[in-house]
């Protein structure tokens, strides 16, 4: 045998066995796709009418239909199907991608003990210690979170309104030559900007099988209880207990099995926000779910109090080198709950990179459940005579405990006030806490204007006093607040925990460089804080970086943000 023509022969095996795998990834991967889709297009061609389209609707939704299985669907619901596909492959590409920020190795920097570096723009981390604890905590392994059924959905579309003026160019023929002139043209339009839909889902969570299987419960695990028991006398007895005889008040009797201990099932609902911007880029802005998949585990002390954090991220100014050094400080504390502000989205741009701070976010927190709300939308740049962007501001907030609603309330806006430019609101979210219950956390960002601030203090005290839990509430009030101007202490029950640990002390939140103003604030409601401290103290050198966004003097390093951060760790009041 020619051991060159042996050789030709063996590769080719190798390479038809190789291709022949390749083809059963792909079949698998379709199959698995298909299963977690509960709407599928049909293979009728597009009608005329483009407002509706036939769709065959599986059997495990609950949707109505003609006697062929078919529905109409509005323009909404066309939307809907088409991103729902996009949702989850998009969480499970930021699960993966948050899975791999674990290492095995530390490094001291800036006199800590944790280190984490960037792998990649979008915010993939290593490090040895981060929200969890140790690297050897359960944040290692694949998730992978499946689609059951869809329980409802909402479109959202944030329209915005174009005017001015810009350049064009006019040509007209004079003696049979053409002249071009620069003239100045109105521009009056109106663009959808931002387009999103908010699904409710009932999933199925790889995380949430696993967990039930440790604690022995669930379909699986019960299976398993029952063939290691199933000469147990012990389980004999619970089974003769099963079918005893149930009387009523009358005396007529029943073998009805008894109440048994109710399984969990391996399925929850969550909500789950896509938010696509003009030029289809889309980021998932909201992952909340009322289950206890991610909340990690705590000491009895620790398990009956809550570590609330307000954090101005100071939107995108320096964010590509500044978001490393935020997302190290945002870990070294390891809140249970984070206010932020001024989180943006770039909505039209002609730059790339990043566009949704919320997912920049979301990678520096893995297992945290969050939910984005823009407050107000404008122009950035030099359009309509040089590149136009068109950018959202707003709130997030961020738990490691279950939430079981969010939603915003709009705050006041004056108009005719030069200094209330900007639409604000409140951002609240009820959060499950063990021990403490479910807790109020609010976040928000007020106005500059004198006048809306008073106004927007009174409306956030208002809506506080309707609330039937304990409230925490954060944010960049741009007010130095004291006892005299605070209407949230005097009128409608809160608390300022600095004042009460920290009495005479400045507490200085802005700016970082130039610390001189106390605006950042945790105010609680019927809860009381064990202790509360400014953090983001620590900058990293940089050279090369202008001054931007009202700070004068960046003395050659760069703080987390131009904002110190507040943390409190507060319980109840008993």
Not at 248 to 258: F, I, L, M, P, Y
Not at 485 to 504: A, I, K, Q, Y
């Amino acid at each position: 045998n020619n051991p060159k023509t042996t050789m030709i022969g063996t590769k080719r095996r190798l390479l038809f066995t190789l291709l022949i795998v390749l083809c059963l990834f792909v079949r698998v991967a379709q199959s698995s796709s298909e299963h977690n889709t509960i709407l599928h297009r049909s293979s009728h061609p597009e009608p005329a009418d483009a407002d509706t389209v036939p769709v065959t609707v599986s059997s495990s939704s609950s949707s109505s239909g003609d006697n062929n299985g078919n529905v109409q669907l509005s323009a909404d619901d066309r939307l809907a199907l088409e991103l729902l596909p996009d949702a989850f492959r998009l969480l499970n590409e930021m699960i993966r991608k948050q899975r791999r920020r674990w290492r095995s190795t530390c490094k001291q920097y800036l006199k800590r003990d944790v280190r984490f570096r960037a792998d990649s723009d979008l915010g993939t981390w290593s490090g040895c210690r981060g929200a969890y604890g140790s690297k050897k905590s359960s944040n290692k392994g694949e998730r992978v979170i499946a689609l059951d059924r869809v329980v409802s959905f909402s479109v959202d579309r944030w329209r915005y309104n174009v005017t001015g003026k810009r350049q064009a160019v006019r040509e007209t023929v004079v003696d049979g030559r053409t002249v071009r002139a620069v003239v100045l043209e109105e521009v009056r339009d109106e663009i959808v900007v931002d387009t999103s839909v908010l699904f409710h889902v009932r999933v199925r969570d790889s995380k949430w099988e696993e967990q039930l299987a440790r604690q022995g419960t669930g379909s699986s695990a019960a299976a398993a209880r029952g063939k290691k028991n199933n000469n147990d006398s012990a389980a004999d007895a619970a089974e003769d207990k099963r079918h005893e005889q149930v009387c009523d008040e009358h005396g007529h009797c029943t073998n009805k099995e008894a109440e048994q201990e109710e399984e969990p099932e391996e399925v929850y609902d969550a909500q789950l926000r896509i938010s696509c911007d003009s030029q289809d880029n889309c980021a998932i802005t909201q992952w909340t779910a009322a289950s206890n998949v991610d909340t990690p585990k705590r000491s009895d002390e620790e398990a009956e109090q809550l570590r609330a954090m307000s954090v101005n991220i100071w939107n995108y100014n320096h964010w590509g080198v500044r978001k490393w050094n935020l997302g190290e400080e945002l870990m070294h504390v390891g809140a249970d709950v984070i206010g932020f502000q001024e989180v943006r989205a770039r909505k039209v741009s002609p730059l790339r990179g990043s566009r949704f701070q919320a997912q920049d976010l979301a990678f520096m927190l893995p297992d945290y459940h969050f939910v984005y709300q823009p407050a107000m939308c404008f122009e950035e740049g030099n359009w309509p005579n040089g590149p136009r962007e068109i950018v959202h501001e707003g709130l997030a907030i961020f738990s490691r405990y279950p939430v079981l609603d969010s939603y915003h309330v709009q705050l006041t806006r004056i108009d005719g006030d030069p200094s209330d430019f900007h639409q604000r609101i409140l951002l609240v979210a009820l959060v499950d806490v063990p021990r403490l219950g479910p807790v109020y956390m609010m976040v928000t960002h007020l106005s500059l204007s004198a006048a809306a601030q008073k106004l927007s203090l009174r409306q956030i005290g208002q809506h506080a006093a309707t609330l039937d839990h304990p409230a925490v509430l954060v944010g960049d009030f741009n007010i130095e607040l004291t006892k005299d101007n605070n209407p949230l202490t005097r009128d409608f029950g809160f608390h300022d925990p600095w004042e009460v640990l920290h009495s005479g002390e400045p507490g200085f939140t802005f700016s970082s460089w130039q610390p001189s103003k106390r605006i950042d604030f945790v105010f609680l409601r019927n809860l009381k804080a064990r202790s509360v401290s400014i953090r983001g103290r620590s900058p990293t050198k940089q050279t090369g970086l202008r001054p931007i966004g009202g700070v004068q003097n960046m003395r050659g390093v760069l703080y987390p943000s131009d904002h110190f951060f507040v943390d409190a760790v507060v319980t109840n009041n008993q």
